[in-house]
């Protein structure tokens, strides 16, 4: 098992910045990838970011440029700088840890959400 907890989210103005953190425990070893996905009211849960154990990033179109993830190993942390924050960006963030085999998915993993509200 693999626990999530986020921090960092809240209320930021349109154009401000916010940095999300996710730690992770337990059966760490088993995890090759970890990201970040948000949900919107009404809308499916998207990816936002991830990154593997190697460092390799993958980020979705709509947050190329304004967002960053990193990846501290040693910690079992994984971070997302989000910088130019509009309000379509309000959503819940879910900090996601990925047990891959090759290009499978394996198992999922989730943290609880942390709200982020961007105001105009």
């Known amino acids: 098992q693999v626990q999530l907890v986020e921090s960092g989210g809240g209320l930021v103005q349109a154009g401000g910045s916010l940095r999300l953190s996710c730690a992770a425990s337990?059966?760490?070893?088993?995890?090759?990838?970890m990201g970040w996905y948000r949900q919107a009211p009404g809308k499916q849960r998207e990816l936002v970011a991830d990154?593997?154990?190697?460092?390799?990033?993958n980020y979705a179109d709509f947050v190329k440029g304004r967002f960053a993830i990193s990846r501290v190993n040693a910690r079992n942390t994984v971070y997302l700088q989000m910088n130019s924050l509009t309000p379509e960006d309000t959503a819940v963030y879910y900090c996601?840890?990925?047990?891959?085999?090759?290009?499978?998915?394996?198992?999922?993993?989730w943290g609880q959400g942390t709200q982020v509200t961007v105001s105009s």
């Open positions: 996601n840890a990925a047990q891959m085999f090759g290009s499978a998915r394996l198992r999922d993993y």
């Open positions: 337990g059966s760490i070893s088993s995890i090759n990838v």
């Open positions: 990154v593997t154990i190697g460092g390799r990033t």
